[in-house]
Structures are given as structure tokens and as C-alpha cells.
């Protein structure tokens, strides 16, 4: 079983619109979460961490759920510059850190 | 303040061949890692170093080797390249500490072995 799953989409939605994605992770003694964005052929770039209690940054809204093991990454009023690939990262010792495929974002106009 | 580099950015190699991928980093981090991203997966942990003089293995480690000599470098080695390493290679930093603490990518080497 994979470490960490996410749903690859794409998720085509219009500028202005919320739309959401979850994750789940396998191991329940993980220890931090994070979003990170990759665009096209590029490095990833932290979007965010996960905190237990929920956090929110700007637009973003994440959400951690442990009893279900899941987390989620809110984006609302979507603008074109959103578009790009959100991976889910999970750590689960101090060490390692462990990405889902991630799932693609199209913003139209 | 360049953060993390990559060198080369782009190669071919000819099955069989060998080469080395440099990481440098100039945030004093401790903590270094190798990863490589195939299409449709998400990043997959080849080797990691949590400090000069130590390496570690990941998830994928069989084919590759690492050295990490001085603290603002980390060398992956490819002894006998093979097409299945054909991958984009990240290389990330970070500080160390709880792991709640970023990770700072390179921009990448894509590699292609024929």
C-alpha cells in the first residue's frame, strides 16, 4: 500500500470557483503534513504546512484529519495562476518525507 | 544567495555508462536528500544524508550511490546507468530539526539513458 494516495484529477474548474483535494496517508504515527506546488517541469515549492488544528493562508485552507487519516487543501476564488500540480507530503520520522503523485489543477478562463 | 543547484541540468547517457549529479546548497542546512520523480508518481527517496560524512538509504536506493564529503555538497552516483533510471533527479535541503521544517528543491537534472 502506497505511503501516501491523492486523487491525479485533472480538476478543470473556472477562475473564481473553490474546489478541493484530499489526500490519505497509511501510517497513523505520521508526524507533519504539508502541501507543496509543482508547475510544469519545475521544482517543488512548499505551499503549506498542515497543522493539526487547521490553518489558512490567504486563499488556502488545509485541514488535517488524523482519526481518518486524510488531509485536505481548500483553494478559494481560483485564479489562473493557481494551475499547477499540489502534492501531499507526509513525515513520518524526522528523516523522511513521503509524496503522493499529486493532483492537477486547471484553471480556465 | 543561490539556494540549491543543481549540476548538470540536462543528460544522456548510453546504457551502461557512469556519471555523477552534484547537489550544492549555501543555507548551512544539514539534512540533504536525492530524490527522483517518474511521470505520474510523486517523488520517490533515493538517499539522504543527515550530515556531513553520513548517507542513508531510502526507498529506491539499488543502482545508485552517494557521498557527502563537505556539508553544502551532495554527490549521486550512477555506477552503470540503465533505461529504468531514465527520471527527473530533485535534490532538497533543509535545516533538520522535527521534520516540520521545509524542504528547499533544486531545480532538477533530467536524465535519459538509451
Known amino acids: ?109 | 544567495n543561490a539556494g540549491v543547484t543543481q549540476t548538470p541540468k540536462f543528460r544522456v547517457l548510453k546504457t551502461g555508462q557512469s556519471m555523477t549529479l552534484l547537489c550544492a546548497q549555501d543555507m548551512n542546512h544539514e539534512y540533504m536528500y536525492w530524490y527522483r520523480q517518474d511521470p505520474g508518481m510523486g517523488l520517490r527517496l533515493i538517499h539522504y544524508s543527515v550530515g556531513e560524512g553520513t548517507t542513508a538509504k531510502g526507498e529506491v536506493p539499488d543502482g545508485y550511490n552517494v557521498s557527502r564529503l563537505k556539508k553544502q555538497n551532495f554527490l549521486l552516483g550512477l555506477e552503470s546507468a540503465a533505461p529504468s533510471q531514465t527520471s527527473v533527479y530533485f535534490c532538497a535541503s533543509r535545516v533538520a530539526g522535527t521534520g516540520t521544517d521545509t524542504q528547499y528543491f533544486g531545480p532538477g537534472t533530467r536524465l535519459t539513458v538509451l
Open chain 1, 1 to 109: 500500500r502506497k505511503e501516501v494516495e491523492q486523487d491525479p484529477g485533472p480538476f478543470n474548474v473556472p477562475e473564481g470557483a473553490t474546489v478541493a483535494f484530499n489526500c490519505t496517508y497509511s501510517n497513523s504515527a505520521s508526524q507533519s503534513f504539508f502541501w507543496y506546488r509543482q508547475d510544469c517541469r519545475k521544482e517543488p515549492k512548499l505551499l503549506m504546512s498542515v497543522y493539526s488544528s487547521g490553518n489558512e493562508d490567504g486563499r488556502f485552507t488545509a485541514q488535517l484529519n488524523r482519526a481518518s487519516q486524510y488531509i485536505s487543501l481548500l483553494i478559494r476564488d481560483s485564479k489562473l495562476s493557481d494551475s499547477a500540480t499540489y502534492l501531499c507530503v507526509v513525515n513520518n520520522n524526522f528523516n523522511k518525507f513521503y509524496f503522493g503523485s499529486g493532483t492537477k489543477l486547471n484553471v480556465k478562463p
